[in-house]
């Protein structure tokens, strides 16, 4: 049984600049949330995915978008990037919304 | 508005010096409280899900239990490699299926 994998594991990007975060989920979950960690932080929702549709957003711009594919792999996009952007980014996933699993996250910098 | 506070923010520990951690807890129905331990730079790793007052659950050194407002992380003879962030969080029922976290306590445990 494979867990969640994320790409990249580390990313620096530049204020204004666009960036996609990948997730694989786990084998047989069809759930996908996001979060954000900043430093000393705990965890953040961003938004969920349940077999497709978004299922809930936390209170993040609209620039933060994302998608669900129908293998339930995921993207997190973030357009016009933004210094507090700098943060751990997490992808957890489960099945029928029970259960969740973390990935390793992305640690994005924006300079 | 659901809200989680942990304390203490950190606590030192000799090895074998057992203590508790704290977890207080607003929620619109509780469906789920979980416990997670996050190591620098990685993903939280799943504990245990408590579900309803009264509950306990074990694992090892470690062992959960939860009130109507207030859940504890009892750690029994604690050992260097219990050294994290423990994590808090809660799922409330209806709605979105986001989980709330809390800031985390970091652990330390001296040899």
């Known amino acids: 049984e494979t867990g969640v994998t994320q790409s990249p594991t580390h990313l620096i990007k530049t204020r204004g600049q666009q960036v996609t975060l990948r997730c694989s989920s786990q084998?047989?979950?069809?759930?996908v949330s996001w979060y954000q960690q900043a430093l000393g932080q705990g965890p953040q929702f961003i938004f969920q995915y349940y077999r497709e549709e978004e299922n809930g957003r936390g209170n993040f711009p609209p620039r933060f978008s994302g998608l669900q594919f129908p293998n339930y792999s995921s993207e997190l996009n973030v357009n016009a990037l933004e210094l507090d952007d700098s943060a751990l980014y997490l992808c957890a996933s489960s099945l029928d919304l029970y259960g969740y699993t973390f990935g390793s996250g992305t640690r994005l910098t924006v300079v | 508005e659901d809200q989680v506070t942990q304390s203490p923010e950190a606590l030192r520990l000799q090895e074998g010096e057992s203590s508790s951690l704290n977890c207080s807890y607003t929620v619109s129905g509780l469906r789920g409280l979980f416990w997670y331990r996050q190591d620098p730079g990685k993903g939280p790793e799943f504990l245990f899900t408590?579900?309803?007052a009264g509950e306990e659950k074990e694992k090892e050194r470690l062992k959960a239990t939860l009130t109507k407002k207030e859940s504890f992380l009892h750690i029994t003879a604690p050992k260097p490699e219990d050294s994290a962030t423990y994590l808090c969080a809660v799922q409330a029922q209806g709605g979105s299926e986001k989980l709330v976290f809390g800031k985390g306590t970091k652990l330390t445990v001296n040899p």
């Open positions: 084998s047989g979950h069809n759930t």
């Open positions: 408590l579900y309803s």
